[in-house]
T-cell receptor
Framework: NAGVTQTPKFRVLKTGQSMTLLCAQD?????MYWYRQDPGMGLRLIHY???????AKGEVPDGYNVSRLKKQNFLLGLESAAPSQTSVYFC???????????FGNGTRLTVT | DAKTTQPPSMDCAEGRAANLPCNHS???????VYWYRQIHSQGPQYIIH???NNETNEMASLIITEDRKSSTLILPHATLRDTAVYYC??????????????FGKGTHLIIQP
C-alpha cells in the first residue's frame, strides 16, 4: 500500500517548456487535489477533482491544466512553464469531504 | 471555511508536553477542526480532527473549548522528530468542503534537546 505517489520527485525546466506531473493513489479515493507551496508559505490549491472525469479550479489555477481520466490518477500539466511556477507541488487524495487528506511527498520544480 | 489564527513559532523541551493553540472564533456548527503537520518540506501529515468533543489518538490529543472558538493540540511527550510546522484548519463537514483544505502559515514548533 504505497498511498499517494508523485512522479517525478525533481525537475528543472526552461521557460516555455511543458511537462506533466503525475499523482497516483492506491486507496480508491474519490477526491484528489493539487497544491503548490512557495518558500515560507502554506499550501495553495491549484485544481481538484471530486471523481473520475471531473475537475475544478482552486485558488491559483492560472497556467495549469489537469485531467482525471482514471480514478487513481490525477495529472497536472504546465503547457508553457514560467519562472513564477518554480515551487514544490503536492498531491493529495481523500475519501470524502469529512475525511482526512493523504499527501504525497512532493515534486520540486525549478523553472529557469 | 472559517479562518484560524496560530502563533508563528513555539519552543518546547524534549520529553515535555507541547501545547499548540489555535483560535477559530468564526467557526460554524458544521465545521471540523483538523490538525496537520509538515516535517522539513515533506508532504503534510494528518494528525487528528474533531467536531465538538475532545479527541485522542496515538499521535496527539485535541482539546476543543465548549464554545468551539479555540482548540489546543497536545503532543504528550515531544521528541526531536516532532519539530515541524503545525497547521490548524477548519473544514466544513460532509455536504461541503469538496475543495480541500485551506492552509495558513501554521506554527513552527521547535523541540529543544
Amino acid at each position: 500500500n504505497a498511498g499517494v505517489t508523485q512522479t517525478p520527485k525533481f525537475r528543472v525546466l526552461k521557460t516555455g517548456q511543458s511537462m506533466t506531473l503525475l499523482c497516483a493513489q492506491d486507496m480508491n479515493h474519490e477526491y484528489m487535489y493539487w497544491y503548490r507551496q512557495d518558500p515560507g508559505m502554506g499550501l495553495r490549491l491549484i485544481h481538484y477533482s471530486v471523481g473520475e472525469g471531473t475537475t475544478a479550479k482552486g485558488e491559483v489555477p492560472d497556467g495549469y491544466n489537469v485531467s482525471r481520466l482514471k480514478k487513481q490518477n490525477f495529472l497536472l500539466g504546465l503547457e508553457s512553464a514560467a519562472p513564477s511556477q518554480t515551487s514544490v507541488y503536492f498531491c493529495a487524495s481523500g475519501r470524502g469531504t469529512s475525511s482526512p487528506l493523504h499527501f504525497g511527498n512532493g515534486t520540486r520544480l525549478t523553472v529557469t | 471555511d472559517a479562518k484560524t489564527t496560530q502563533p508563528p513559532s513555539m519552543d518546547c523541551a524534549e520529553g515535555r508536553a507541547a501545547n499548540l493553540p489555535c483560535n477559530h472564533s468564526t467557526i460554524s456548527g458544521n465545521e471540523y477542526v483538523y490538525w496537520y503537520r509538515q516535517i522539513h518540506s515533506q508532504g503534510p501529515q494528518y494528525i487528528i480532527h474533531g467536531l465538538k468533543n475532545n479527541e485522542t489518538n496515538e499521535m496527539a490529543s485535541l482539546i476543543i473549548t465548549e464554545d468551539r472558538k479555540s482548540s489546543t493540540l497536545i503532543l504528550p511527550h515531544a521528541t526531536l522528530r516532532d519539530t515541524a510546522v503545525y497547521y490548524c484548519i477548519v473544514r466544513v463537514a460532509s455536504g461541503g468542503g469538496a475543495d480541500g483544505l485551506t492552509f495558513g502559515k501554521g506554527t513552527h514548533l521547535i523541540i529543544q534537546p
